[in-house]
């Protein structure tokens, strides 16, 4: 049966070579316990959000399978980078809205990513907290979604023609890559679940 509503595809990288930015940001806790919790995080909240039909993690990590398998996800294999995993996820759901998710927004809020999506009438993006990333690439039915994350995506996702969402979302927008951004998300009210 297809889904009525947005496929949000969560991109996450194999667990060894994933967040290098946040080696050692919490004493005591390992680096994948910390990667799992940012993404079970945001999947959940993902999952919560109106509008969003069914969540597909885009993953060739055994771990993070075996982890966020009881929240119901679907899952997609990872195509060797990125971008490519994301545009083979899309075309399996071509007709259909699809959007992605970075797995590393753990404050979100699901009634922002809900907003982000609802406006999202044409290929548009959400860019992140510094403004040079991108955290959110929606195409709705009948558009392609042209991932062309990496660095400076945001100005890449621009140049491409896509539509730029400047709601404030403060927890969409936080996307945690250094141990700055994981106290921002502390303060915006994300507790870890490092258990
Ligand atoms: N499936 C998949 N996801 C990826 C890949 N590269 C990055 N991602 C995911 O895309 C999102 C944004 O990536 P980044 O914030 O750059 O994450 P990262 O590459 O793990 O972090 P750094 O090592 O700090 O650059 C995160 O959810 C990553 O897990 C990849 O090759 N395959
Ligand atoms: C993937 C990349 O994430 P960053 O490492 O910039 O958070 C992006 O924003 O396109």
Do not use: C, Y
């Not at 946040?22 to 999952?47: I, M, P």
């Not at 809020?109 to 907290?129: K, N």
């Not at 896509?162 to 709601?167: F, H, I, K, Q, T």
């Amino acid at each position: 049966m297809l889904p009525v509503g947005w496929s949000l595809l969560v991109p996450l990288k194999a667990l060894p070579r994933a967040k290098t930015r946040l080696r050692g940001a919490l004493a005591g806790v390992g680096h994948e316990r910390l990667v799992v919790a940012l993404a079970l995080s945001t999947v959940r909240a993902a999952q919560r959000a109106e509008g969003v039909a069914e969540v597909v993690v885009v993953t060739g990590d055994e771990r993070l399978r075996r982890e966020l398998t009881p929240l119901g996800v679907r899952f997609a294999d990872d195509a060797g980078s990125l971008n490519d995993s994301l545009v083979a996820a899309a075309e399996a759901r071509a007709g259909l809205p699809v959007a992605a998710l970075t797995g590393d927004v753990p404050a979100l809020r699901p009634v922002e990513l809900a907003e982000a999506l609802a406006l999202a009438e044409v290929r548009s993006f959400v860019p992140d907290l510094p403004g040079d990333g991108t955290v959110l690439l929606a195409a709705p039915a009948g558009a392609t979604l042209r991932p062309l994350f990496g660095p400076d995506s945001a100005a890449a996702h621009a140049r491409s023609g896509a539509n730029r969402l400047d709601g404030l979302w403060p927890t969409l927008r936080r996307d945690v890559d250094t141990p700055a951004d994981l106290a921002d998300a502390v303060d915006l009210g994300w507790i870890p679940d490092l258990s």
